[in-house]
C-alpha cells in the first residue's frame, strides 16, 4: 500500500474520478454551502424525555445552565447534521437520571433557529418539531 504523497494523490484521484462519474451520469454535486447529508428524523418536542423539555426551556430563556460545556461550539466532527461554518452549532447536556456524568444525551441548536435531539452521544440524531 503507497504511503505520504502517493497516498495522497491516489485518494485525490479516486475523489475526482468519482465526481467526474457522478457528472457522466447526469448526477450532481452538492452546491456550495449546501449539505449531501438528509435532515434526520423527526420528533414532537412533547415526546422528549421531561430532562429534554426542561433544556429546551433553559435555552430559550438564555440559561442558566447546570454543566459548564452547556453553549459550547458543537463541531459536527460526525458530519451527520447538515454542514455549516464550525461556530454554527452549540450543544447542551440533558441530564440523564442515575448516570454518573453527564450521560450521553444532547441538544444541539443551529444558529438558524434548528434543534436536534440525540440519546445516544451524536451516533444518530432526530429534529426536533415545536
Known amino acids: 500500500m503507497p504511503t505520504g504523497p ?11 474520478l468519482g465526481a467526474l462519474a457522478l457528472l457522466l451520469t447526469g448526477c450532481s454535486l452538492p452546491s456550495a454551502g449546501t449539505s449531501a447529508v438528509e ?5 414532537a418536542a412533547g415526546t422528549l424525555p421531561a430532562e429534554a423539555r426542561e433544556t429546551l426551556r433553559l435555552i430559550d430563556a438564555g440559561g442558566p445552565f ?5 453553549g459550547t461550539v458543537f463541531h459536527n466532527f460526525e458530519g451527520i447534521l ?15 437520571p442515575g448516570a454518573p456524568d453527564r450521560g450521553a444525551r444532547r441538544i444541539v441548536a443551529g444558529a438558524g433557529g434548528e434543534i436536534y435531539y440525540t440519546d445516544d452521544h451524536y451516533k444518530t440524531f432526530r429534529a426536533v418539531r415545536r
Open 6 to 16: 502517493a497516498r495522497r494523490f491516489l485518494a485525490t484521484a479516486a475523489a475526482l
Open 66 to 70: 447546570p454543566y459548564v460545556k452547556d
Open 39 to 43: 435532515t434526520p428524523p423527526t420528533v
Open 82 to 96: 447538515p454542514s455549516r461554518p464550525s461556530d454554527y452549532y452549540r450543544e447542551y447536556t440533558v441530564p440523564t
